[in-house]
């Protein structure tokens, strides 16, 4: 079974502006999160999606946005990029969402290496 | 929220050395695992042990729910192992630990 995968695996933009990342989960999974990991900040949720709907959302400014299509793919977009928004973006794909009663395993995508100068 | 702390942060040891990896967290939690993260940014599942022990070849692992923390062993450890290792609990959003970098020197 082929693993999480994410597109593009390196992105170089300028300040101001936006960006798409797409993450398309193990088959059968149906629940996608995303993940931004910088040396200052670690590794910080930025939102879970499950059937199209956002279940639960990170602290991060409405700049950062998401979506979760039929068939489980999902895409996160960061609007008027920041210095600040350089990062490894990482997409976590699970069968159920998180609370499901436990048992819920994350599989990693390679992540999206993203620099904004 | 939920406060996940791992310790050491960094650890060095020669090839063959056996080592603990410890990772508190604040309150109780739904879920727990243990990732390797390797140079080239991918993060791979270790376990996941929201309670109890599991052993998966040289590594292992325990979780004391009711005490709130978990360890990682690694035996003989190798240069492959390097990496940073990261905990992660579930509450209502996945919450990870600072990591713990690890260099095996051959």
């Known amino acids: 079974k082929a693993g999480v995968t994410q597109t593009p695996r390196y992105l170089i933009k300028t300040r101001g502006q936006q960006v798409t990342l797409s993450c398309s989960p193990i088959?059968?999974?149906?629940?996608v999160s995303w993940y931004q990991q910088t040396p200052g900040q670690g590794l910080q949720f930025l939102f879970e999606y499950f059937s199209e709907t956002q279940r639960n959302k990170g602290n991060f400014p409405g700049r950062f946005s998401g979506r979760q299509f039929s068939n489980s793919r999902s895409e996160m977009n960061v609007s008027t990029l920041e210095l600040g928004d350089s990062a490894l973006y990482l997409c976590?794909?699970?069968?159920?969402?998180?609370?499901?009663?436990?048992?819920?395993?994350?599989?990693f995508g390679p992540g999206t290496r993203l620099l904004v100068l | 929220g939920i406060q996940v702390e791992q310790s050491p942060p960094d650890l060095i040891l020669q090839e063959g050395a056996n080592s603990t990896l410890r990772c508190n967290f604040s309150?109780?939690?739904?879920?727990l695992q243990w990732f390797h993260q390797n140079p080239w940014g991918q993060l791979i599942n270790l376990f996941y042990i929201p309670s109890g022990t599991k052993q998966n070849g040289r590594l292992s692992a325990t979780t004391v729910a009711t005490e709130r923390y978990s360890l990682l062993y690694i035996s003989s450890s190798q240069t492959t192992d390097s990496g940073v290792y990261f905990c992660a609990v579930e509450s209502y959003k996945y919450i990870f630990g600072t990591g713990t970098r690890l260099k095996v020197l051959a």
């Open positions: 088959s059968g999974h149906r629940s």
């Open positions: 976590a794909s699970s069968l159920e969402p998180g609370l499901a009663g436990g048992g819920v395993t994350q599989y």
């Open positions: 309150d109780s939690v739904n879920n």
